[in-house]
Structures are given as C-alpha cells and as structure tokens.
C-alpha cells in the first residue's frame, strides 16, 4: 500500500445528538481542567498537572469513532483522555488530590491513571513511552481476533522520539490495528516544531513505513470524527496502521508551572478568540437550531454541578492509609 | 456568595510569593480565564487566570506585597447579580484564610521507618517458612543441556496456555540466535514465534503493552547488553506500572536472554546486570545456573503474573545436567538451594559462578575446609532465610559474582547478613567479584578479569584464617 493523503471517503455527518454529545464532553473537560488548575492554585494537586485546555476537540471527535472493547493510551496530559473514556470525574479528581478513592488509589497522581474497565491504559510519563506499549495493545487486538483498535495519542514532542519510529515500522509491517494520534499544539513544553522538527509536516511522518497520514483540524470536533473515521475503520478493518496529525493548540502553560514565555499573549489569544472548539460549535448548535440558549445554560450548569461534586469529592477522599505504601509492589505467584 | 481569591500555588515547590501586579482593579468586569494578576515565584512570574466569571469586588492583597502565603485571601470575586454588600461580615483582612471551601490535605502520616516493607523477603526474618521448605524430590531424571531445557519449559508452557507468545531478534526461522528456541515456530507458528525486527526498545515497549492487556509474553534479548536499549520499558512500564495503577494494571511478561561475559566479546558485549535490575521493586530476577534450574525456574517465570527478568549465561547453553522428568516439574521463585552442604564456610554465587564455587569448594576439601555452595537462583526476592541459616553455622561467607563489585549482589549478601547474622561472623563477609574494569578483549587480560575457583578458594582461606 503506497502512502496516501486522502480524505475519509463517506464518512457520515453527525447527527443533532452527536452535536450535543459532543458539546457536553468538550465543556466537561474544558471545565474539569479549569477546576483542577484551581485547586492546583491552592495546593491541593502537587507535583506536575498538565491541562488539555484548547485541545478538548481532539479527543472527544477521535473516541466518538472508538467501540466497546477498543483500547486507548497516551501521554501525561492525559485528563481529558480519561473523562472522554467515560472515567468518573470524581475518580480522576480524587487522584489529583492523591486520595484514596482516586483510579490509582492515590499512587500515580495526573500522570498516572488507568481505568481497564474503559480500556484507557494510561497515563503514561516517559514521553514517547506510550507509542510502543500502544502498539503493543493494538498487537493484542489482532492476536486475540477481537475486532479492536488502540488509539495511541502522542505530542508533537514525542514524535521525534526514536521508538516512535520502532512502533510505526512494526506496525506497518504486521498489519497492526493501531491509530497514532498526533496532537500538535505547536510546542513541546517550551520549544515549537519549527524549532524542533526537521519536517514540520507530521502528518507524513509514517510515509517511509507506507503508513498513511492525514492533518485534520484538531479544533473543529466535527472535522475530526469525520476526517478520522475512514482512518480507523481501515485500522479496524485489517489494513494495518494510519497517522493523524490533528493541529490543535494548548491555552496553558506545558504544566501549572510554565510562565509561557517562548509565545506570545496574542497568539493564544488570538487562538482562543478565533478557534475555540467549543464556542464553534455551541454557535453552530444555537444556528442550526439544536439547542437554544436555555438548553445550552442548563448543559452548562449540569457541568459545573458535576465538577464541583469531584472537586468536593477529591478533598473529602481520605489520604491514602500509611500500609497503602507497601502494596501493590508485586501480584501473588 | 462571593468567591475567595486565594494564593495560587503555581509550582510543586512554592510556599509563597510577590504579588506583583493587579492586571484588573476593584469593579471591573472578569471572565473566566481573564489574568486577573501576576505572580512572581521562586522560579518565574506567572499569570494568574480567573476561574470564574464576576466582578473583582475587593483587592485584599495590594500589588507589590512580598511574602504571601500560598493560600491566603487575596481578593474577592462578586457572581453575577451580586452586590458589594454581600461581601459584609467576610473576613478580609488577608492573611492565611481561614474559611474556605477547600481544606489543604491533611499532614502525611508517619514516615516510615522501614525501608522495606514489614512483609518484604527483604526485611530481616521474612519469608523464613518459604526459604527453609524442603525442595520436593525426584526419581526419574534425563540428561538435558541448558539450551533444551529452556526451550521445553517455553514449549510446555505454550502449549498449556494459548495466551503464551515468544519475541525477539532471530527466535523463528533462524531458530534462535543461540538456538535456545529451536523448533517453536514449528510448533507454533508464527503467530506466537515471532521475529522481530532490531529494535529493542521496540519490541519491548510492545511486549509490555500486550502484557498490559493480559497477553503473556516471552521477550528474548539476544543478550541482555542489547536490553540497555530498553530498560525504559523494563522499568518504568512493566516494573512500575502496577503500583502507579494502584493494582490494577499487571504485567506479566518474562524477559530473558543471556547475560555476563561470554568469551571474548569485550566491553559492550560482556556484562552481569543482576544487580542493575535486581535493585528495582516490581520486578522479580532469576539466574539459573542447572539445566534443571532454568527449565523449573522459566516455567515459573512464566506462569508468574509479575515481570520477571530471567538472566541466563550463553557459557551454559551447551552444559548438561539432571532434570527431572516429572510433567509437573517446576521451581519456585526465591528459594535458594544448597548444591553442597559444609560446616567451615558458605560459598553464595548465582549463574555461571555456582561451578566456579563448587569447583572452589572440591579443592578447600582437600585441604580440610568444607564450604557450603549455596545457589542462588533467585537474585529478586532473595532467599536471605537459606544465607542466614547457613552463616550461623559456618560463621563465615564469600559471595562470588560475575559483575562488578561496586553496589553488586555481593554488597548486598554482606550487608544482609550483617543485619541478621552480625552475631555469628566469626569474619567479614568477603567479595570475589569481575574486577572493576570495562571487560577487556585479549585473552589473558579476560581471564585476569573473571573470577576463578583460585580466587575463591583464596578468599575462603582468607575468612577462615588459613
């Protein structure tokens, strides 16, 4: 199969629901970022925290294409991950807080979470890490014959990693049913793609395992399912592996600790007046007349609600117990 | 009700800050998102984001102040519809705050005293029971090289569990680089013998993933050198994972390959890592030395729902020994064995060293010292129970090991048995290690870099005071 750029074949357009859906887990995530950088603020998250504020519409397009069974890993900023797999806000938040009802027990904080019941495999904080073990997932799926796809999701920093490549030849080579996602949100923490990438183009950087590649708008959540969709029902379908580079863009800092110096205040602002996702499409739910202001208000409020029940949760959650600390380390032979 | 504006913290570290500049005043008009002021830390100055929409009601902190305490009040938001007036009877003197919604988590129990778990075979009397327990006794044997032995337990263990797999460089059609998998592809197919291409990190990183999802893969590194490329993977995916998942993500998967010097393959090509990966939680490490111990210890390995790093020695592939014939036959993990028992001195040594030591031990018996040769087999959990017991009877040890002496599986037997056996040395516990030097490739010089059953016997001689 020779490396193509070609753009989904029929997808089909999603439905009013779909729309709603979609605006719902946007905001959800959009809002559950905004209350973890808050509690950040008041010391209530520690170590690093890593928001996916600005690239809600990646993830949420992206797993409206994923089924029952598939699989799903990525890097540490991995919230929005997690939420759009259908984890509990109030578990995701509770390990932030690094209590003992958090998804890691309160041992793997925000880089750190899995959910096996949702198929999410991490969380992973070694950058480049997850595109081999995701790989490995997608190898999984085809061994046992169960019809999955593994969605591997990497930065635009992680694609100069050399394992990256490992994963794309022996994906290419065994046919494997795996997706590389490529968020670009133009800077590996502090240092652009122009200034870190030989070919700024990441899209074609499957082409030499004839891996096909496509750029998708990583801001409008519609362009993502449907310029995706060909690309995972081909992953699904047996024909080996396909390359997404979805461009995109993060409002903060690389994490809570990043004053942002290496762009400018205009270029997010600029990005956040012009391309926000989820202003788009709520303008769009108001013009084609799906939902009205109310209806939009309401949904805005039931996501408040929710995000201040696991913000209350995460603090209310004891700490871990001290003997939590000697678990886990090995299962019993 | 009014929101509290508080103190961020803006970094892991920071305890407080400069409140440098207010970026909107008394009355204006905030969104959320809308950098409200900035704050200079230790490290930077940042820019501090509303969270929520309002009216900035009162600044409580004036720009310029140094010193505030991550936490306290700074200014407070109005909500929409809301007056002035509600902010009355709020405390809004600043300082750290008293009333809000959030209370900072609570001060972490107790450190812990014990650097090991109370449970851990490494804490001083753990896994006696296990350690002390009778190996079960066999009467059938056949005689097998450690090359057939390793490939049957993989072949037994594939065909009991379809889940099994193996994968590495040169395992299928070529047979195995060492020829250790011999005929599984024909057996299997290539569906579960699979050649992979060069790629350590690769296939390693991939074998985890499939691990992760249940899968149980063999992964053989050519030799363990090449497994440097992917000690990433070996530790901070497949070592760590569970912990950080808080029990939910195993991993089992056996990594295995030959380790330590082979004959004359130099530096890059010739080096123990029992240590390397022995000093790691989450992982269990096994270095068989019998043709019996890597047949009963792989199909342990494999069946073990933990990774395992399984240290084999490219010397032994064509060495042959006793295994028994048992269908059944298998050893378990962290249990030493006493490959010959004595009463002057205990020889503690793993892999290729245990002939190294029993050679040692037949030339100290003729000159009227008899050693005890324990065989490790497992480096991780170590069996301490086995090396205690045999101190307080001899009250003297010599560990002898392939790798270097800095941080080795040495210094770790010596400081175990000054820990739980001070008492009964009657000498220090001393070290036959590789000498500390990048292996080098002339013969002579190879040699001089090994230990040998001289160097042994000399260091034996040495604690009995002979």
Not at chain 1, 107 to 126: A, D, P
Request: hydrophobic fraction near 40%; charge should be negative; aromatic fraction near 8%.
């Amino acid at each position: 199969m020779a490396a193509t750029r070609r753009k989904a074949k029929s997808a089909a357009a999603p439905t009013a629901d779909d729309l709603k859906a979609f605006y719902h887990d946007m905001l959800l995530i959009r809002r559950f970022e905004e209350k973890a950088g808050q509690l950040y603020g008041m010391g209530l998250i520690g170590g690093f925290c890593h928001l996916y504020i600005g690239q809600e519409a990646v993830v949420v397009g992206l797993q409206a294409l994923a089924k029952p069974g598939d699989s799903v890993i990525t890097s540490y900023r991995d919230h929005g991950h997690m939420l759009a797999t259908g984890m509990d806000p109030k578990g995701v938040m509770a390990e932030l807080t690094g209590r003992r009802d958090g998804y890691s027990r309160g041992k793997g904080g925000s880089m750190h979470m899995f959910s096996k019941e949702k198929g999410f495999y991490g969380g992973h904080g070694i950058v480049g890490a997850q595109v081999p073990l995701g790989t490995g997932l997608g190898f999984a799926h085809k061994y046992r014959g169960d019809d999955g796809v593994c969605f591997v999701y990497l930065g635009d920093g992680a694609i100069n990693q050399g394992q990256v490549y490992e994963s794309f030849n022996m994906a290419a080579l065994w046919k494997l049913p795996v997706v590389y996602v490529i968020e670009n949100n133009k800077y590996g923490m502090g240092t652009s793609v122009e200034r870190a990438s030989a070919t700024k183009d990441l899209s074609k950087r499957g082409e030499s395992f004839a891996i096909a590649g496509l750029a998708i708008n990583g801001m409008d959540v519609i362009a993502v399912k449907t310029d995706a969709e060909d690309a995972v029902d081909r992953a699904r379908s047996g024909e080996g592996p396909a390359v997404l580079e979805l461009k995109t863009y993060r409002y903060r800092g690389h994490s809570m600790s990043d004053p942002a110096k290496y762009r400018s205040k205009e270029e997010v602002s600029k990005m956040r007046s012009e391309n926000d996702p989820i202003d788009h499409l709520r303008q769009k739910l108001i013009a084609d007349g799906i939902l009205d202001e109310a209806a939009l208000k309401e949904i805005d409020k039931e996501i408040k609600a929710t995000v201040t029940e696991a913000a209350e949760y995460a603090q209310n959650s004891p700490e871990p117990d001290p003997a939590e600390l000697y678990t886990d380390v090995l299962l019993d032979a | 009700m009014p929101v509290q504006i508080l103190m961020p913290a803006l970094s892991p570290t920071m305890t407080e800050g400069k409140l440098a500049r207010w970026l909107k005043a008394e009355g204006d008009a905030i969104a959320a998102g809308d950098v409200i002021c900035e704050i200079e830390t230790d490290k930077a100055t940042m820019e501090f984001e509303a969270v929520d929409e309002g009216t900035l009601g009162k600044i409580v902190v004036p720009e310029g102040t140094e010193n505030v305490a991550v936490n306290s009040l700074i200014g407070v938001l109005l909500e929409e519809g809301e007056e002035a007036s509600a902010m009355d009877g709020m405390d809004t003197a600043g300082g750290p705050s008293q009333d809000v919604t959030a209370t900072a988590p609570a001060k972490p129990a107790e450190p812990a005293r014990a650097a090991v778990a109370p449970d851990s075979p490494l804490q001083a009397g753990g896994d006696a029971e296990a350690g002390l327990q009778e190996e079960k006794q066999y009467d059938s044997f056949t005689k097998l090289s450690v090359r057939e032995a390793l490939r049957d337990a993989m072949a037994e263990e594939m065909r009991a569990n379809g889940d099994v797999f193996l994968l590495g460089e040169e395992v299928g059609q070529y047979q195995g680089a060492y020829k250790v998998s011999q005929g599984l592809l024909d057996e299997f197919g290539e569906k579960r013998v699979i050649d992979t291409p060069i790629t350590e990190m690769g296939f390693t990183g991939l074998a985890t993933g499939a691990a992760f999802s249940g899968l149980r893969p063999i992964v053989e590194f050519m030799t363990f050198n090449f497994a440097m490329q992917a000690i990433d993977h070996i530790l901070n995916s497949a070592a760590k994972t569970l912990y950080m998942s808080g029990g939910q993500m195993g991993c089992p998967i056996v990594f295995r390959g030959s380790n330590g010097a082979a004959s004359r393959v130099a530096a890059q090509h010739s080096q123990c890592y029992a240590s390397w990966y022995a000093h790691c939680p989450g992982l269990k490490v096994v270095s068989p030395w019998s043709a019996a111990d890597a047949k009963g210890l792989l199909k342990a390995a494999i069946r073990d729902p933990n990774p395992v790093v399984f240290l084999e020695n490219e010397m032994l592939y064509g060495q042959t020994f006793d295994v028994p014939d048992d269908p059944d036959f298998v050893l378990p993990i962290g249990k030493a064995k006493i490959e010959r028992a004595g009463s002057d001195v205990t020889i503690v040594a793993f892999s290729r060293m245990v002939a190294v030591a029993l050679e040692a031990a037949a030339t100290l018996a003729e000159q009227g010292i008899e050693a005890e040769v324990i065989n490790l087999r497992t480096i991780r959990p170590l069996d301490t129970a086995t090396i205690i017991r045999s101190v307080q009877k001899t009250n003297r040890c010599v560990s002898v090991e392939e790798g270097w002496p800095f941080a080795g599986i040495g210094s770790e037997i010596g400081m175990t048995i000054m820990e739980q056996a001070f008492d009964w040395l009657d000498a220090p516990v001393a070290r036959v290690c590789g000498v500390d030097v990048p292996m080098p490739y002339a013969a002579n010089l190879e040699k001089l870099a090994l230990p040998t059953p001289e160097g042994v016997v000399e260091a034996a001689k040495g604690v009995c005071y002979k």
